[in-house]
């Protein structure tokens, strides 16, 4: 079984939004390697304890540890900022990880563009191929399903839309192949999401992570452009999942 834990960073909404991007990141672990990996987020974050006094219970939420910290203004900026590298690097020693990345464009997209639909659709669609065709790291038998795990977002929506793609996923066929559709439905991935509290869960916190150094790769802050943080998204590159899309050197599927 491989799980994959979900967050995002950016706005879904289309008119009048905030942002101009919007990006999810599916941190995905096989079951038989869970507990592994969470041992080693532990240690890491024992590790940051001793040496920042950040706290095992205290959130690492990556926008909010640059530019509104509160509890954690204690912490002086810069070592905030080495904190995230940090965790970056330590998720990239971690080879039973794999990272699907999805970011959305909205710029000059028409008003029926359903931002949030199409990049959950990309990403659900990402870890159903990829279980199919047995790409993901670790353990992986030939009868291989999945379950995901997303961080609070439009419960209702998300749930909605995975019941939908397993009734009816229409999926354009390539170019090549001419016109016309495939009815890809979900049969890989399992029940209805299921939805935890960022700070409860180590792995959501890694994707949402992945997220915030995914939507400043492609749209970086002036903070993050002076400290070159748009280029961390490389220091995951040993866990990005590369066939998401063979259009893009690190894999991030782009709409």
């Given at each position: 079984?491989?799980?994959?834990?979900?967050?995002?960073?950016?706005?879904?909404?289309?008119?009048?939004?905030?942002?101009?991007?919007?990006?999810?990141?599916?941190?995905?672990?096989?079951?038989?390697?869970?507990?592994?990996?969470?041992?080693?987020?532990?240690?890491?974050?024992?590790?940051?304890?001793?040496?920042?006094?950040?706290?095992?219970?205290?959130?690492?939420?990556?926008?909010?540890?640059?530019?509104?910290?509160?509890?954690?203004?204690?912490?002086?900026?810069?070592?905030?900022?080495?904190?995230?590298?940090?965790?970056?690097?330590?998720?990239?020693?971690?080879?039973?990880?794999?990272?699907?990345?999805?970011?959305?464009?909205?710029?000059?997209?028409?008003?029926?563009?359903?931002?949030?639909?199409?990049?959950?659709?990309?990403?659900?669609?990402?870890?159903?191929?990829?279980?199919?065709?047995?790409?993901?790291?670790?353990?992986?038998?030939?009868?291989?399903?999945?379950?995901?795990?997303?961080?609070?977002?439009?419960?209702?929506?998300?749930?909605?839309?995975?019941?939908?793609?397993?009734?009816?996923?229409?999926?354009?066929?390539?170019?090549?192949?001419?016109?016309?559709?495939?009815?890809?439905?979900?049969?890989?991935?399992?029940?209805?999401?299921?939805?935890?509290?960022?700070?409860?869960?180590?792995?959501?916190?890694?994707?949402?992570?992945?997220?915030?150094?995914?939507?400043?790769?492609?749209?970086?802050?002036?903070?993050?452009?002076?400290?070159?943080?748009?280029n961390y998204i490389t220091r995951l590159d040993p866990i990005l999942c590369k066939a998401?899309?063979?259009?893009?050197?690190?894999?991030?599927?782009?709409?």
């Amino acid at each position: 079984m491989h799980l994959m834990y979900v967050d995002g960073s950016g706005d879904p909404g289309l008119t009048r939004s905030p942002t101009r991007y919007y990006a999810l990141s599916g941190l995905v672990v096989h079951e038989l390697r869970w507990q592994q990996c969470l041992d080693q987020l532990v240690t890491f974050r024992k590790r940051m304890n001793a040496t920042f006094g950040l706290k095992l219970r205290e959130e690492i939420h990556a926008a909010a540890m640059i530019n509104s910290p509160g509890e954690l203004m204690r912490i002086r900026r810069n070592d905030r900022l080495t904190i995230l590298r940090a965790f970056a690097d330590e998720l990239a020693r971690m080879p039973d990880l794999s990272v699907i990345n999805v970011v959305v464009d909205k710029d000059g997209k028409p008003a029926s563009f359903d931002v949030f639909d199409m990049a959950w659709r990309a990403l659900l669609q990402r870890f159903e191929n990829t279980m199919s065709h047995r790409n993901f790291p670790g353990p992986s038998n030939s009868d291989e399903r999945g379950m995901v795990f997303p961080d609070r977002t439009d419960d209702r929506k998300l749930t909605q839309l995975m019941r939908k793609m397993r009734q009816y996923n229409p999926v354009p066929h390539h170019p090549e192949f001419g016109s016309g559709y495939r009815d890809l439905r979900l049969r890989l991935v399992l029940e209805d999401p299921n939805f935890r509290d960022s700070r409860h869960s180590y792995f959501i916190q890694a994707s949402d992570l992945a997220a915030f150094l995914l939507y400043q790769h492609v749209c970086p802050s002036a903070y993050v452009k002076r400290k070159s943080v748009q280029n961390y998204i490389t220091r995951l590159d040993p866990i990005l999942c590369k066939a998401a899309s063979a259009r893009d050197p690190l894999g991030i599927v782009k709409f």
